[in-house]
């Protein structure tokens, strides 16, 4: 099982931006996959997640309305898409797939500055 992410950066407060997370080495469309957050000195939160064929969407109170998460099953791909962004979404996020055991990328750093 391999997940890797991209698309983070720095934003300014209200900006937008989309991860993306490639995954292989699995049945992709076969498994529910989740977006955790990371902050400094912080525990890792959930933020989203999306079952198999995308049916099914759950998010934390704290991003609820402002974030969405999807999937290309053909791409193998999970998506977040984060509008107005605030500081406090300021974290590592985190691509996750529970396949006999959990399964992590490497994150990527999204900072919401001005």
């Known amino acids: 099982v391999h997940l890797v992410e991209s698309g983070g950066g720095l934003v300014q407060p209200g900006g937008s931006l989309r991860l993306s997370c490639a995954a292989s080495?699995?049945?992709?469309?076969?498994?529910?996959m989740r977006w955790y957050r990371q902050a400094a000195g912080k525990e890792r939160e959930l933020v989203a997640r999306i079952t198999g064929g995308g049916g099914s969407t759950d998010y934390a109170d704290s991003v609820k309305g402002r974030f969405t998460i999807s999937r290309d099953n053909a791409k193998n791909t999970v998506y977040l898409q984060m509008n107005s962004l605030k500081r406090e979404d300021t974290a590592v996020y985190l691509c996750?797939?529970?396949?006999?055991?959990?399964?992590w990328g490497q994150g990527t750093q999204v900072t919401v500055s001005s």
């Open positions: 996750n797939v529970f396949h006999w055991r959990d399964y």
């Open positions: 080495g699995f049945t992709f469309s076969s498994y529910t």
